[in-house]
């Protein structure tokens, strides 16, 4: 299986075979050699609520067993794994991030363990054949608009660059936010839109803030009307009473694998494939559908009110193009935005 089969989000069951080999390390087994590490620490740029309500789900099940996070942007984690590994130092066991291209150097680098549990079984979409990660969630790049403030007929990427919109309109970073490297990724290759869309909202008066949760604080306050970012926000609890929508653009949604691994080095390797396992179960799973995010899983219902993932108009990311020109394009972004 070439790379790209992996990295294409909206792939068909991949019928890997080799299945049978899979390691099916004994719960009861891991369980107790991770009591005895005492902790498990996941670096992260899953939104904090998520983790939160993971740590509770978790110690409930393997109680004695505690749950740390790092949580920050993707380059972030990525930078802090850098430096702990070269000081010898590594304080991570699990990583989990938004963008897919993050994880090819992590493996180049043999910072990841393979490791192919049972859970696998269970998600067809996306994982890398050799068991180094794989995809623990399926995020939504979409449109996020607050019809009070003005965002009211927003059906379309397109739609953000009107005059209507002129200091209305705000996104994230690339150089911050994992999902919108991968978002504006797919938008600069597209020949739609490419440097001349993104030009067209500077010049719309665009206000770009660091990471997707920011986007959808400014929504949904009404600071701005309409943004680029993710379902999943509409769904946290802070915004149940908002006026804030999710909007699936018209020329499709940016689908995004987002993948989940176990470190090499992990300081507390029971407890990483412990809780990797309960991140792959249909519990964990099943609090990602409940957030307004796909769940991995192919026996976990999508999130109330989005369609089936086969049924998502999708724009597709060429995973391949993005990697290759990430620091030109990120060079773009800073001469155009600086940053």
Not at 101 to 122: I, S
Not at 148 to 158: E, I, N, P, R, Y
Not at 253 to 267: Q, Y
Request: charge should be positive.
């Amino acid at each position: 299986m070439q790379r790209r089969e992996f990295l294409a989000t909206s792939a068909v069951a991949l019928g890997l075979p080799g299945w049978a080999h899979a390691q099916d390390d004994d719960i009861a087994a891991l369980y107790a050699q991770a009591r005895q590490e005492g902790k498990v620490v996941m670096y992260t740029s899953v939104p904090s609520f998520l983790l939160d309500r993971w740590k509770v789900l978790f110690k409930a099940k393997y109680p004695g067993v505690d749950v740390e996070f790092f949580r920050s942007g993707t380059g972030k984690v990525l930078a802090r794994i850098e430096t702990e590994t070269r000081a010898g130092a590594l304080g991570g066991d699990v990583v989990w991030m938004a963008d897919p291209t993050a994880f090819n150097g992590m493996v180049a680098q043999k910072q990841l363990l393979a490791y192919r549990p049972p859970e696998w079984q269970h998600i067809k979409l996306a994982k890398q054949p050799d068991g180094y990660f794989i995809a623990g969630r399926i995020l939504v790049g979409c449109l996020l608009v607050n019809p009070k403030a003005g965002g009211a007929g927003v059906k379309s990427f397109a739609d953000l660059t009107k005059p209507a919109l002129k200091g209305k309109v705000a996104i994230a970073s690339p150089l911050v936010s994992g999902s919108t490297h991968v978002i504006d990724g797919t938008l600069w290759k597209d020949p739609r839109f490419g440097w001349k869309y993104f030009e067209q909202l500077k010049k719309n008066d665009v206000l770009v803030l660091n990471d997707v949760p920011d986007v959808a604080r400014a929504v949904a306050s009404g600071e701005r009307a309409a943004g680029i970012s993710l379902t999943l926000y509409k769904y946290q609890p802070e915004y149940a009473n908002s006026p804030m929508e999710v909007v699936l653009p018209a020329e499709g949604a940016v689908t995004m694998a987002s993948p989940l691994g176990i470190l090499a080095k992990a300081p507390h390797p029971a407890a990483a494939k412990l809780f990797y396992r309960f991140l792959l179960s249909p519990i964990a799973q099943t609090v990602l559908s409940e957030a307004g995010i796909y769940p991995a899983r192919d026996d976990v219902p999508a999130p109330n009110g989005l369609p089936d993932y086969d049924k998502l108009k999708k724009l597709l990311p060429d995973f391949d193009w993005i990697e290759k020109s990430q620091r030109e394009n990120q060079a773009k972004w800073r001469e155009l935005f600086g940053g």
